[in-house]
């Protein structure tokens, strides 16, 4: 068997350039030949050996090779025919001598290669160079301020040439977004094209490193003069789209001051909020204004009618933009004396809405029990709840010092006769009226 492999193998070395035998007698360790690898009791192993098992790696003579598949040719050599060892053998040798070139420059000078050619790829370039409009696109297609821009038709095509144009940009994972990911890398050889297939199972994406031109290819490779066409047409129409929309274009730059004037004025409009929250009939459109700008999201400069202007634009509920003219209206002038006033005015509701101890909270003809007793009875009860039965509770409201109530020492508690005059049944309707 080895005299029949040598008599393939000698040919193909013997008619290479002498550069390319030197590469090979460098990566082989001295001597021309092909690792042939035997297991115990001398016995050929029948598969042939990779020489990836070589690339980058010492291994120890003493040790030998570990028997893992990835080391080894998956053909079984010995039961090859004549013509078909000729095949396996001679592609075998042109993959010992592109490693061996391969050799001459470590791995982490070819992953630095690698990932110099990846950014200097044609596409990744492009993408990179248009990242603002690539994201701008993306993010303005989830957004609402779409719906309002007319015309619909031309939203509908816009959205449509979007999943078109933004697919290749869409292929490469974010990690890979615009150079390569800082993963550990496998590298597969392919000597029959003369390239390094670089991947990482992290991303699960590779791309592939063509030797001879030093050059990169993506798994999805587009037309470059169409790719860079289409990102600036997409862009274009959108632009388009907000010019034709000026009334929309306006009202938010309208917003804009708007939320200018009302944050400058922030102190006095959260205490407008907390007034409202503690009486909840106070509304004013400013107040109304400064709780719904809260929630959005504007550029600093004022808005333009573009991608890259609009797509700053958050605006969670779009009825707002119906709204603005009117807020605008009490922006005008003299917003600050307006909110002092408001401060006063609501300040005082507040405090004729605050309880008071004489309001009345529960009425039966001329029997009234105002909130200050009723505050007493539910103390009362936050301490003897468990103890006291609805039953007892009415005796003890009512005055009645029965042998129990004497025992407990409930008749000394301060609601001890505190609705003495009151017919039971009814002591009984407003303790129920109170839960
Ligand atoms: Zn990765």
């Not at 993408?127 to 989830?142: D, F, I, Q, W």
């Not at 470059?224 to 034709?244: H, S, V």
Request: charged share 25%; with cysteine; proline share 5%.
């Amino acid at each position: 068997m080895l005299t029949r492999v040598q008599h393939i193998v000698e040919p193909l070395f013997a008619n290479m350039s002498q550069e390319d035998v030197d590469s090979l007698l460098d990566f082989l360790g001295g001597s021309l030949y092909l690792p042939v690898p035997v297991y115990k009791e001398e016995e050929l192993y029948p598969q042939l050996l990779r020489p990836e098992t070589f690339l980058w790696k010492e291994h120890s003579l003493q040790r030998g090779i570990p028997i893992e598949k990835e080391y080894f040719y998956p053909q079984n050599y010995s039961a090859l025919s004549g013509k078909e060892l000729e095949r396996h053998l001679s592609k075998i040798v042109a993959d010992y001598l592109f490693c061996a070139k391969l050799h001459k420059q470590s791995q982490e000078q070819w992953i630095r290669r690698l990932e110099d050619a990846y950014v200097t790829h044609g596409f990744i370039q492009l993408a990179n160079e248009k990242n603002s409009v690539v994201e701008a696109v993306e993010k303005m297609n989830k957004n609402s301020l779409l719906s309002v821009l007319h015309y619909p038709e031309d939203v509908a095509f816009w959205r449509h040439r979007v999943e078109i144009v933004m697919r290749p940009y869409r292929h490469v994972p974010d990690e890979w977004k615009w150079k390569m990911c800082d993963h550990q890398k496998n590298l597969v050889m392919q000597a029959e094209n003369d390239s390094i297939h670089c991947r990482c199972e992290t991303c699960n994406y590779g791309v592939t490193y063509h030797v001879s031109t030093g050059q990169v290819t993506l798994p999805l490779e587009v037309d470059l003069a169409q790719a860079t066409k289409r990102i600036a047409t997409i862009e274009r129409q959108f632009n388009d789209m907000a010019e034709k929309t000026p009334k929309v274009i306006s009202v938010i730059r309208d917003l804009h001051e708007l939320k200018v004037a009302l944050t400058a004025q922030s102190q006095r409009l959260e205490q407008l909020v907390l007034f409202k929250h503690q009486v909840e009939a106070l509304s004013h459109p400013l107040v109304e204004a400064y709780q719904e700008i809260l929630s959005i999201h504007l550029p600093l400069e004022p808005v333009e009618p573009s991608l890259l202007s609009l797509v700053s634009v958050e605006i969670p509920d779009m009825r707002v933009l119906k709204k603005v003219a009117l807020w605008k209206t009490f922006v005008q002038d003299g917003l600050e004396s307006q909110l002092e006033m408001l401060l006063e005015n609501w300040g005082q509701a507040v405090e004729e809405a605050a309880p008071k101890a004489t309001d009345v909270v529960f009425q039966m003809k001329d029997l009234v029990l105002m909130r200050g007793d009723a505050e007493k009875i539910k103390e009362f009860l936050e301490d003897y709840e468990e103890e006291v039965p609805t039953q007892m509770l009415v005796k003890i409201l009512n005055g009645e010092g029965t042998s129990k109530i004497r025992r407990l020492s409930l008749h000394e508690a301060p609601i001890f006769g505190l609705l003495r005059d009151w017919p039971s049944k009814y002591v009984t309707k407003a303790l129920l009226e109170m839960r």
